[in-house]
């Protein structure tokens, strides 16, 4: 099954039709999430003492499919080789938006095409003498410092002709680490002198969204997950951990942090332990990362982040598909506010029920929830719950993941259809299936069996 889980990949990467048969990729994608969890599921078939190798051979090989062809659903990569240029030149990514013209002379024609055939393409933007490949070419960069740190490395060390292979190949070798990462976590002995089962790890390295959203697409979401899932571990691991130890698992998750925002949602899961080092370190560690920024711009370094809310309809429930499970039975204007109530109630109950040697599991709980609620329209956002599920083995939240592409890829090709609604509601009904069997005593084994047993009285 995972020589036939490369090749359907493989095939699906290959294929380029988000804008002009988006019907026919989700085929495509649909056969690639089937086969995935037919060859998760063949795993256990494995004997136990090739289980890990295997795990990470498979993980190689399902990562290179991604590397077969340039990014095929998304452009956010171009803006990542635009701003490394831009700093390379000595200018702060802040300042200027793309189109702003004192940067025309650091244009590139690959990324600033002139011939207008190229330019009537799609995901083609106009701009002041001809087009450009990046996504809102009007407003400046949305992404936090160590993100943009990564951009200027990656521009410095590659040759321009290059591309963006480079940012490609660092998607790859990101997963691939988070996939070793993950395995070191999952097989530490517990107090009985025994390791966990390894099989949940193949839902990280295996799963269709990594070789497609952090290799294929290149979104810097893959290092985020890379930095968070080494916080995680160096967080756990000992029945007590020193204040050095804290600072330095608080610091790898503010450095998450400060690649993408997301990961600050398992902040509230890792305060059992040393709560003041912990956020101390965090919090410095994001500070310390945006204090160079902030002295060499002109402009806010936040750049675009106040209207990308705003464009995404994060203000606005009527818009863009947001908060689409509650506007079925709430009124547009209950849905901001209950789903703030309810993410405030879960992140309680994280912070007082979480066992600190399995924060994933309430870092799970609280990311899945905020995905149900917001029904976010942008699959790459969820590498982060595929990596807190392959740690902590309730596969059922998987299938917020596989929400999220169909809500992204699926969603074009039946425009009057609620794909996002439906797919959301889909992943809410088997999380509740999951909890509810569980709670019976009745839970699947899902490779870690910690898993089943803890969520009856811990998150």
Same mark, same amino acid.
């Given at each position: 099954m995972l020589a036939a889980l490369t090749v359907v990949l493989a095939l699906?990467?290959?294929? +380029?039709?988000?804008?002009? +048969?988006?019907?026919?990729?989700?085929?495509?994608?649909?056969?690639?999430?089937?086969?995935?969890?037919?060859?998760? @599921?063949?795993?256990?078939?494995?004997?136990?003492?090739?289980?890990?190798?295997?795990?990470?051979?498979?993980?190689?090989?399902?990562?290179?499919?991604?590397? *077969?062809?340039?990014?095929?659903?998304?452009?956010?990569?171009?803006?990542?080789?635009?701003?490394?240029?831009?700093?390379?030149?000595?200018?702060? $990514?802040?300042?200027?938006?793309?189109?702003?013209?004192e940067l025309a002379g650091l244009r590139d024609r690959w990324l600033f095409p002139t011939d207008p055939a190229q330019c009537a393409l799609p995901d083609h933007a106009p701009v002041d003498g001809g087009c450009t490949l990046l996504n809102r070419p009007s407003v400046h960069t949305i992404y936090p410092p160590v993100a943009e740190a990564y951009y200027l490395l990656m521009d410095e060390i590659t040759p321009g002709s290059a591309r963006l292979k480079p940012l490609q190949i660092g998607g790859a070798l990101f997963a691939v680490g988070t996939t070793l990462?993950? *395995?070191?976590?999952?097989?530490?002995?517990?107090? +009985?002198?025994?390791?966990?089962p390894v099989p949940a790890v193949a839902y990280?390295?295996?799963?269709?969204?990594? $070789?497609?959203?952090?290799?294929?697409?290149?979104?810097?979401?893959?290092?985020a997950v890379l930095l968070t899932v080494a916080g995680l571990g160096t967080l756990t691991g000992r029945p007590a951990i020193g204040r050095l130890r804290a600072a330095a698992g608080g610091a790898l998750i503010g450095a998450g942090v400060a690649v993408k925002l997301l990961p600050a949602v398992v902040l509230p899961a890792v305060l059992r332990r040393r709560p003041v080092t912990v956020i101390l370190s965090t919090v410095g560690g994001i500070a310390l990362s945006y204090l160079p920024y902030a002295l060499a711009s002109h402009s806010s370094v936040f750049g675009y982040l106040g209207g990308y809310t705003e464009e995404e309809g994060y203000d606005d429930p009527s818009a863009r598909g947001r908060f689409?499970?509650?506007?079925?039975?709430?009124?547009?204007?209950?849905?901001?506010?209950?789903?703030?109530?309810?993410?405030?109630?879960?992140?309680?109950?994280?912070?007082?029920?979480?066992? $600190?040697?399995?924060? @994933?599991?309430?870092?799970?709980?609280? *990311?899945?929830?905020?995905?149900?609620?917001?029904?976010?329209?942008?699959?790459?956002?969820?590498?982060?719950?595929?990596?807190?599920?392959?740690? +902590?083995?309730?596969?059922?939240?998987?299938?917020?993941?596989?929400?999220?592409?169909?809500?992204?890829?699926?969603?074009?090709?039946?425009?009057?259809?609620?794909?996002p609604t439906t797919a959301?509601?889909?992943?809410?009904?088997?999380?509740?299936?999951?909890?509810?069997?569980?709670?019976?005593?009745?839970?699947?084994?899902?490779?870690?069996?910690?898993?089943?047993?803890?969520?009856?009285?811990?998150?």
């Open positions: 699906t990467v290959r294929r +380029d039709g988000y804008a002009t +048969d988006p019907g026919g990729l989700s085929w495509w994608y649909a056969a690639a999430w089937l086969v995935f969890a037919a060859a998760a @599921w063949s795993l256990r078939k494995v004997p136990v003492r090739h289980q890990a190798a295997l795990i990470v051979a498979g993980g190689i090989a399902v990562a290179a499919t991604g590397l *077969l062809a340039p990014p095929r659903t998304s452009t956010d990569a171009y803006r990542y080789a635009w701003d490394g240029r831009v700093q390379a030149a000595g200018i702060s $990514p802040y300042d200027h938006a793309p189109a702003d013209r990462g993950l *395995l070191r976590i999952v097989r530490r002995r517990g107090p +009985d002198g025994t390791a966990a990280w390295a295996w799963c269709p969204a990594v $070789p497609v959203e952090a290799v294929n697409n290149a979104h810097v979401d893959g290092l689409a499970l509650l506007r079925l039975a709430l009124p547009d204007s209950w849905s901001l506010p209950v789903t703030l109530a309810v993410l405030l109630a879960v992140t309680a109950y994280v912070l007082r029920r979480t066992n $600190p040697e399995r924060p @994933w599991s309430g870092a799970l709980l609280l *990311l899945g929830w905020s995905f149900l609620l917001l029904t976010p329209g942008y699959s790459w956002y969820a590498l982060l719950l595929v990596a807190l599920v392959a740690l +902590d083995g309730r596969w059922e939240w998987l299938t917020v993941a596989a929400a999220g592409a169909a809500a992204y890829v699926t969603a074009p090709a039946a425009p009057d259809f609620p794909v959301y509601g889909v992943a809410a009904g088997a999380v509740l299936a999951g909890w509810a069997l569980r709670r019976r005593g009745k839970g699947v084994d899902a490779g870690h069996p910690e898993a089943l047993s803890q969520a009856r009285v811990n998150v």
